[in-house]
């Protein structure tokens, strides 16, 4: 997960605009040559950004550019519960302090500013 943490972490994407962040990711992504699906869905409710397939995991890629804490804390905790999902990596523009497990699932929380600072 260290990896896709350091590259998306990297990134300068648009902050304001979630669905725009999530549009330029994917093309940053892809051009990385991270194999990536974009909206898969684990089930009915549950929807993350991305899935990464790094390594032989599946990992959880959200982005949130605006966040309430307990309302992405549930989301999270929800794909931590699927038996496919090996990591989650939280990607946001606020700061927001996750568990380095939820659920028994590693868990991560990266900067979506880093890659302005630089």
Known sequence: MSKIVRFCSSQRVAMKDEKV???????????AG???????????????DFLISESGFSI?????????????????????????VDGIILLSATAIA?????SDTPAIFASMGRGWLR
């Open 21 to 31: 962040a999530q549009a330029q990711m994917e093309t940053l992504l892809l051009g």
């Open 34 to 48: 991270f194999d990536i699906k974009r909206e898969h869905r684990l089930s009915a409710q549950d929807i993350p």
């Open 98 to 102: 996750i568990p380095p497990q939820i």
């Open 60 to 84: 959880v890629l959200e982005m949130k550019t605006r966040c309430q804490r307990m309302k992405i804390l549930r989301q999270l905790e929800r794909y931590s519960k699927h038996q496919s």
